[in-house]
């Protein structure tokens, strides 16, 4: 009801100021900025009013917290969890819905949320952006929304610095703020045996190597790897800046980038997509599958890095499984049935699906 209520307060605004015309369009516009999903009805932001655009990207950033605060107080009150820092684990019932224990967790995680926005907004200031544009793309980035004050998003800038900052703050926006908290309290080696956030940092390093390998995006070798960091980033946080129009790249760079954002960011962050760690259980279950029909009599756990995941948990991660990919099926033959191609239908709906857009 909140979202919803939110999403209707936004649509109002953009009829009321004229920003946008059309009730489907003013609804598209809401529901992409709190969901934080960079599609847009918008083909030229730039001749809307500061106010419109300051509104567009405080509505991902306030729905990039409203994901957090479900993570935290409402998935553990509903008896639905994932393989996740100890310390973000909560009771259920409805007395914890309001516990000072979640009270003290939203506010530690609103000022990692507002610590990281104001990093990505110095960071943006010091590239040479306008403090506007700064503390807007900060909101935007930092939330893994997406929108974007120009029409280029990033390239507009023209500037290799700005870009590198954009991947900077893409890479702190799918970051889990579990990892961030172990960051600033020193323990080190936590972060080590964290195999998501390894999981998280070779799936960016290793999409930039092909792209950069396979496609040469770019003029020389530092533009190549520039091009295909960001893009690479921005994938797999499920961002959706852009400073390259990969949908002229070749297929085999398409298709790898549309998986990587359907997996999605770490969990406990901002972005969407199914979640690393989730792919995580799901490759640990069915390594144990392949090995018990080999070896019947076999017992074997599934674990996530060194945490075993209970089967229980286990069933609801199959479940999810079914449930997402069912969805951008759905997704998939709705858009291919309103008209879309193929390839469009297709890598709409998993975007759409995994907030990158």
């Known amino acids: 009801l909140a979202l919803a209520s939110m999403i209707a307060a936004s649509t109002v605004t953009y009829l009321v100021t004229g920003a946008i015309t059309d009730l489907e369009g003013a609804v598209m516009e809401s529901t992409s900025g709190f969901t934080t999903t960079a599609l847009t009805v918008l083909t030229d932001p730039e001749v809307e009013s500061r106010g419109i655009l300051f509104w567009r990207a405080s509505s991902q950033w306030i729905g990039g917290f409203a994901a957090l605060a479900t993570i935290i107080a409402v998935l553990p009150f509903l008896g639905v969890s994932g393989p996740a820092d100890a310390q973000t684990r909560l009771p259920t019932g409805v007395s914890h819905l309001t516990s000072g224990h979640v009270k003290r967790l939203l506010g530690r995680y609103l000022a990692l949320y507002a610590g990281l926005t104001a990093i990505g907004a110095v960071l943006f200031l010091l590239a040479g952006m306008g403090p506007f544009d700064a503390l807007s793309y900060a909101f935007t980035t930092i939330s893994t929304g997406g929108f974007a004050n120009h029409g280029g998003s990033f390239g507009f800038f023209d500037s290799s610095l700005v870009e590198w900052m954009g991947v900077a703050g893409m890479f702190l926006g799918g970051l889990s703020l579990a990892v961030v908290w172990s960051v600033l309290r020193g323990q080190t080696s936590r972060i080590l045996g964290a195999r998501e956030f390894w999981v998280y940092c070779a799936l960016i390093s290793g999409a930039t190597a092909l792209i950069a390998v396979l496609q040469r995006p770019g003029d020389g070798f530092l533009d190549t790897v520039r091009i ?51 792919g995580m259980a799901l490759f640990s279950y069915l390594w144990r599958e392949l090995q018990t029909q080999l070896h019947p009599r076999l017992v074997r756990v599934v674990r996530v890095g060194k945490e075993v995941v209970p089967e229980s948990l286990l069933q609801r991660v199959l479940g999810y499984q079914v449930l997402y990919l069912g969805t951008a099926a759905v997704g998939f033959v709705a858009l291919a049935a309103a008209g879309t191609d193929v390839v469009t239908a297709l890598s709409g709906s998993i975007s759409a699906l995994a907030t990158y857009g």
């Open 228 to 278: 295909s960091a960001f893009t690479a980033t921005s994938a797999v946080s499920s961002t959706g800046h852009w400073v390259a129009d990969w949908s002229q790249w070749q297929p085999g760079m398409q298709m790898m980038l549309v998986v990587l954002i359907g997996v999605g960011a770490m969990s406990g962050s901002m972005g969407g997509g199914f979640r690393i760690v989730r």
